[in-house]
């Protein structure tokens, strides 16, 4: 599966942005889903995952109440809904993809994911 992430952008703190993850290649339906961030200088941390058929979500502790994760089969992709932004979610946001037997599994390590996306650019100003 191919992944391509959008919808990053400049936003003031408190504001609100919509990232998008369009997969192409493949259906998404056998797949874990999951958004991390990066930011300069530091490591690829998870920020978001949603299992296979959207049952189950996990969330960094860090955007608990603020970011929602959500998947439409039916068009392919996931989204990152990002509310309430602060300075500290400054990063580049990538989406990543495994394939699950499991329709529960809601992966948090980098490493267990084996598809990404480009990554899109998430700026907030204070």
């Known amino acids: 599966v191919q992944l391509q992430a959008s919808g990053g952008g400049l936003v003031q703190a408190g504001g609100s942005l919509r990232l998008s993850c369009a997969a192409s290649?493949?259906?998404?339906?056998?797949?874990?889903m999951a958004w991390f961030q990066q930011a300069p200088g530091k490591e690829r941390e998870f920020v978001a995952s949603?299992?296979?058929?959207?049952?189950?979500?996990r969330y960094a502790d860090s955007v608990k109440g603020r970011f929602t994760i959500s998947r439409d089969t039916a068009k392919n992709t996931v989204d990152l809904q990002m509310n309430n932004l602060r300075p500290e979610d400054t990063a580049v946001f990538y989406c990543a993809a495994v394939w699950r037997d499991s329709t529960r599994d809601v992966p948090a390590l980098a490493t267990t994911y084996d598809a990404w996306g480009q990554g899109t650019q998430v700026t907030v100003s204070s």
């Open positions: 290649g493949r259906s998404i339906s056998g797949y874990a």
């Open positions: 949603i299992s296979r058929t959207g049952s189950g979500t």
